[in-house]
């Protein structure tokens, strides 16, 4: 219970603060997501040593790997957000939903176990996740008046979430493995009872990029939509 209380306070600071860089300019933004990816990249350099402890030439190519990974992810957060604030909120509301619905399904139903990389996570919390980032969808009509009658736009917006979703949860999954292979319970201590940046935003790193790509590549009767 305590750590539950730890994790919903923490999680209101942390909501309060990415809503004030977003709507404050892009640049405190901008600086936002350069924060977070500093500690991030520290935070995997401590996992990577780890890992392969005196393997000092593993260790420098998996952080040359996380720095231009990190800038790819810092760009593209920054690219979302001036390409129209509805879209990195809608991209960010899906990542968090997908974490809520896993937490909450999870934690209240419980069940089969998803994977022995993540002993926490179950069956009935991914599909959870998946429920759970639909939401945000009925965020764009209640707060934002967009409409549509398109069932074409429509039915590709429910699969994108779904698709991010998907991400957010592979990119969990992918850090899981990270800790799990050394051996620690969380990537660092410094958000109560979340652990480190890195455990906080490991979906949302892999999610912004992908959604990024997509806009730019496939999708722009979806970006019509948002504007």
């Avoid at 593993?58 to 690219?79: H, K």
């Avoid at 917006?157 to 799990?180: A, E, H, N, P, W």
Wanted: charged share 15%; with cysteine.
């Amino acid at each position: 219970m305590n750590n539950l209380q730890k994790r919903i306070f923490t999680s209101f600071i942390l909501f309060a603060v990415l809503l004030i860089c977003i709507f404050l300019n892009k640049y405190s933004f901008l600086i936002l997501v350069i924060i977070a990816s500093i500690i991030c990249f520290f935070e995997f350099n401590n996992l990577a040593k780890k890992i392969w402890k005196k393997k000092e030439s593993s260790i420098y190519f998996a952080n040359v790997i996380s720095f231009f990974y990190l800038t790819f992810f810092t760009y593209s957060a920054y690219e979302i957000y001036t390409s129209g604030l509805t879209k990195i909120i809608f991209i960010l509301l899906v990542c968090i939903f997908t974490d809520i619905g896993g937490y909450v399904v999870g934690k209240s139903i419980g069940g089969k176990k998803l994977t022995k990389i993540s002993p926490n996570k179950t069956i009935s919390g991914t599909i959870g996740s998946f429920i759970f980032s639909l939401i945000p969808i009925t965020a764009l009509y209640l707060f934002f008046n967009i409409t549509t009658t398109d069932i074409f736009i429509i039915t590709v917006t429910i699969l994108f979430c779904l698709f991010c979703s998907l991400v957010c949860q592979m990119g969990d999954l992918f850090i899981s493995y990270l800790k799990r292979k050394a051996k620690v319970k969380d990537t660092g201590a410094i958000l109560p009872g979340h652990g480190g940046i890195l455990d906080r935003v490991d979906g949302i790193i892999f999610a912004l990029p992908v959604y990024s790509f997509f806009v730019m590549n496939w999708s722009s009767r979806i970006s019509n939509f948002f504007n």
